[in-house]
């Protein structure tokens, strides 16, 4: 037996009692003739003591163990001298009799400490010892939970837990295929699914009803905080619903999971739901976040025409933020803002400020354009208040000026403490436009996917004016992250067609791409709909985290590479004649 007890539960009521423990050497401290050692296993810390008086050739042996060592010890419970009141085991220790070294370690490369001194690099290099920190694994533990309560939910309302595989045809989700070349169908490739929309539709042809599974998924897209190559969706599916029902029951859901993961009770009031159109004005974004206001007012009408200030006269749009009590800003601190929006990631050409002042008066960075009537009327529009600071950002292209706004105004957000880890604010944005249109492919895309139904009452624009019809989608969002999506399906196959033309397919390459499941809707498809959540941002969002790597255990890094693994990396020729694959040199 290599325990009887581990090194998180032993507590006062257990002096006395002759224990064994197994676990790693966290540190060790000599004292006088006492040595303390520090043992830990995933579920605590307990001190060890060796008295070199009652035995001077275990304290010793004790002496010479090094960090991580792997150790066997036996003993008995004693209460401490000096509590410890920062752990659960802080007011006993073990008083050791016997002492196995089951495994020597290595110094390890970083300390396995709650703050360690790590960078990023190396602890991704060596994740399997990132992972013995208590913050990290405790991300993982969240994680689990997460699961265990989706399962537990999802199954006391019916669903199903279906596994589809993985290596499957490529279906469009708007990102590039992970693909795999088949040695049994040489020349032909498999793609990893970017989710299993289709066959979660197909399931429901069968007549599984309510499906869901807790499943990875593989998009090759250039990463973000919140993105990684492979990620997990809670994927569901249900027949015979409507928008409604599909928002009611997964409301239910993010609900329960609060109460149950956070112990936040959200109340009964349902999610406000914003029409995208609306999220867009207000917030510039598709994906606002509710835990402040600062919301856009539109200044065209204010400022466009009404003085010499050029770059108001030609925008196409002029929008503004009111930061309360802003107004003292330095020179230094609008500046940093100016070289904020600046920045080639946001993309801004400037930032036009104005502060209000205790006397009421404005004064403002293009005060020599403008009448100061105009300034007054700036003010009045903005509802802004003596002490108050007004940023305005113009563009001549709405979509990009406003999301230029929109990451100023969480600039702001950030800056005034606005964000709060601990608060949560939760909605759906609906009414998302069917189409965008893509620069880059030179045609209309589907902006959630191809197989999202239109609303009925805009069916009949499709061919007339795409642009204005609306999907029946809809996205959950939570302080800004899109912690879910999905929508109503096509369950007909002559509007899934219509849909494809819509798209630019031929009707030869949408059958070729797509006949399985049109001609699956041939066969009795039930009207359904459903929702993918983003399993790593619930997680990495209920334990206050910045980036969904923190709660996988091993995730790739910026590069899309796992630096452990050393993955990708090439294969030998035998692998690549097998599958009949010829690599080009680079340059040729
Ligand atoms: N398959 C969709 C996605 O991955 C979600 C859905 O529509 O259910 O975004």
New binding site residues.
Partial sequence: MYRNRTCGELRIEHVGEEVTLAGWVQRSRKMGGMTFVDLRDRYGITQLVFNEESDAELCARANKLGREFVIQVTGTVNERYSKNDKIPTGDIEIIVSRLDILNASDTPPFTIEENTDGGDDLRMKYRYLDLRRTNVRANLELRHKFCLAVRHFLDSKGFLEIETPVLVGSTP?GARDFIVPSRMNPGQFYALP????TL?QLLMVAGMDRYFQIVK?FRDEDLRADRQPEFT?I???MSFVEQDDIISLFEEMAKYLFKEIRGCDLGNAPFLRLPWSEAMRRFGSDKPDMRFGMEFVELADVLKGSGEFAVFNEAAYIGGICAEGCASYTRKQIDELTNFVKSPQIGAKGLVYARVGEDGTVKSSVDKFYAPEVLERLKVTMNAHPGDLILIISGPDVMKARKQLCELRLEMGNRLGLRDKNRFALLWVVDFPMFEWSEEEGRLMAM??PF?APRPEDVPLLETDPAKVCANAYDMVCNGVEVG???IRIHDAELQARIFKALGFTPERAQEQFGFLMNAFKYGAPPHG???YGLDRWVSLFAGLDSIRDCIAFPKNNSGRDVMLDAPSFVDQTQLDELQLDLRPKDE
């Fill in positions: 989700e970017q989710s299993p929309q979660k998924c969706q994927d569901c599916e959630h996917h999202t999506g999905g929508s459903g929702l993918a």
